[in-house]
């Protein structure tokens, strides 16, 4: 069973581009959640989809960021016109469940992140 | 979302044991306590979680304070490859939880040879 992949591994746009970051969960997984990770900092929340739906974007930047996760196909976290701050490392996770189970259980399992890198 | 205190970094020599401690007074009856590592370069991975009994699996394990507000992740014998950022994750069974996880900075073990 392939983990969570994640493509591309690495990205470099310049200033005013768009990027692209691609999350394909674990088979069977229909729960994906974003984060980001900026230089020297911790990780941040920033969208949760199930299929077709965003539930829970409280972590997005209001302007240039979005997410999408169809009923077929990777999720796709979009960035329009990017900026140098938009440099990161952005993780994709996937989850069986939407919440914890009875015993507490709801492992969230990670890709191994796209390296966004802005000119 | 209840905050956890950790310390920023700690050190452990090679094939002895490593006691990583978190804070967690404000902590509520249904709020799990979970363990995640990033080793460097790679995403977060599940380490470990419990409610108020002490826990052991393969990686760990977790001891909890009897009143919740602190707990300890153990690595009985840290590697080389156990340097990572280990965070401790408090998360709420309650049904208002989307799921996300709330990353604090996060303790950075070294491991010394």
């Known amino acids: 069973n392939a983990g969570v992949m994640q493509n591309p591994r690495h990205l470099v746009r310049r200033r005013g581009q768009e990027a692209r970051l691609r999350c394909s969960p674990m088979?069977?997984?229909?729960?994906v959640y974003w984060y980001r990770q900026l230089p020297e900092e911790g990780l941040k929340f920033m969208v949760y989809?199930?299929?077709?739906?965003?539930?829970?974007e409280s972590g997005m930047p209001k302007e240039r960021f979005s997410a999408e996760f169809p009923k077929e196909g990777p999720s796709i976290l979009r960035i329009q016109q990017v900026v140098r701050g938009d440099s990161a490392a952005y993780f994709c996770?996937?989850?069986?469940?939407?919440?914890?189970?009875?015993?507490?259980?709801?492992?969230?399992?990670f890709g191994p992140g796209t390296r966004l890198t802005v000119l | 979302d209840a905050k956890t205190t950790q310390p920023n970094s700690m050190e452990s020599n090679e094939e002895e044991p490593v006691h990583l401690p978190c804070n967690h007074s404000?902590?509520?009856?249904?709020?799990?306590i979970h363990w995640y590592r990033q080793l460097p370069s790679q995403g977060p991975e599940y380490v470990i979680h419990g409610l108020t009994s002490n826990v052991n699996n393969r990686m760990a394990s977790l001891a909890i304070a009897e009143d919740r507000k602190s707990s300890t992740l153990i690595l009985h014998r840290a590697t080389l490859r156990d340097a990572a950022v280990y965070y401790c994750i408090l998360r709420d069974r309650g049904s208002g939880n989307t799921g996300k996880l709330i990353f604090g900075q996060g303790t950075t073990l070294q491991v010394k040879p």
């Open positions: 404000t902590i509520s009856g249904t709020d799990y």
């Open positions: 996770a996937s989850s069986l469940l939407a919440r914890l189970g009875r015993d507490g259980y709801n492992e969230q399992f």
């Open positions: 088979k069977g997984h229909s729960h």
């Open positions: 989809l199930q299929k077709e739906n965003i539930i829970d």
